[in-house]
């Protein structure tokens, strides 16, 4: 079931996280990971959102 959408006023801060299904990494390499910096950029040129902090974050495995 699908969330109830974000209510969206001026001036919040959000807290915006990406992550893949089942623990999988949702970049595949360095090309991966510039298309998403280039196309991120070129949604905040157009909406005016500015971003203060930002992790391109690899998910790895736990060895026990």
Known sequence: MARKPRIEFAGPVYHVLSRGDHGENIYQDDEDRKGFLRCLGEVCEQTGWKIHAFIL??????YK
């Open 57 to 62: 974050q690899l998910l790895q495995e736990v």
